[in-house]
T-cell receptor
Framework: DSGVTQTPKHLITATGQRVTLRCSPR?????VYWYQQSLDQGLQFLIQ???????AKGNILERFSAQQFPDLHSELNLSSLELGDSALYFC??????????FGSGTRLTVV | SQQGEEDPQALSIQEGENATMNCSYK?????LQWYRQNSGRGLVHLIL?????REKHSGRLRVTLDTSKKSSSLLITASRAADTASYFC????????????FGKGTHLIIQP
């Protein structure tokens, strides 16, 4: 157990739908990062939150959004889903001693 | 965008042999990290090397960093079947923003 919890582990949904992925960071870590891993694009940074505020944006589609709540857990919302959104979505939290700790991911399948 | 490029893309060796994977990157970095991923599962942090370090060891792992060539290598000695996984290098430009930039990974297969 890395200390970063992601739910659900698997998600199957239809095109056009909306889903919410949840991440609880390691205790004490204020930063949460979201990544998407797909076969063709590899691991892509999506967005970062720090203590409730958006800090950086990467290759995140406009159909996707995220937020971090006062208890520091974060949610990634994916809407108007397309087949190409099928991927593994990871969150990571960042803190001492060396930085990043990744969750086990949510596997999203859009059918 | 991908910064790190691992080489080779795939590597198959016999158990007990050493495995070497290379990574090249493009920008200045604060540190470089190596991760392992077992088939479709989470990323496990292996080792971090800072930009002012040239070599680092952790158990059977040895990482080198050449900032002048913008390259790093990961050596796994005395490989085991359990080492079969994908290995990714990731660069951290520092400051925490933008997270890590990952390469596409090397898929390592250890044959018993």
């Amino acid at each position: 157990d890395s200390g970063v919890t992601q739910t659900p582990k698997h998600l199957i949904t239809a095109t056009g739908q909306r889903v919410t992925l949840r991440c609880s960071p390691r205790s004490g870590d204020l930063s949460v990062y979201w990544y998407q891993q797909s076969l063709d694009q590899g691991l892509q940074f999506l967005i970062q939150y720090y203590n409730g505020e958006e800090r950086a944006k990467g290759n995140i589609l406009e159909r996707f959004s995220a937020q971090q709540f006062p208890d520091l857990h974060s949610e990634l919302n994916l809407s108007s889903l397309e087949l190409g959104d099928s991927a593994l979505y990871f969150c990571a939290s960042r803190g001492p001693p060396y930085g990043y700790t990744f969750g086990s991911g949510t596997r999203l399948t859009v059918v | 965008s991908q910064q790190g490029e691992e080489d080779p893309q795939a590597l198959s060796i016999q158990e007990g042999e050493n495995a070497t994977m290379n990574c090249s990157y493009k920008t200045s970095i604060n540190n470089l990290q190596w991760y392992r991923q077992n088939s479709g599962r989470g990323l496990v942090h292996l080792i971090l090397i800072r930009s002012n370090e040239r070599e680092k060891h952790s158990g059977r792992l040895r990482v080198t960093l050449d900032t002048s060539k913008k390259s790093s290598s990961l050596l796994i000695t005395a490989s085991r079947a359990a080492d079969t996984a994908s290995y990714f290098c990731a660069t951290d430009e520092g400051g925490g923003a933008d997270g890590l930039t990952f390469g596409k990974g090397t898929h390592l297969i250890i044959q018993p």
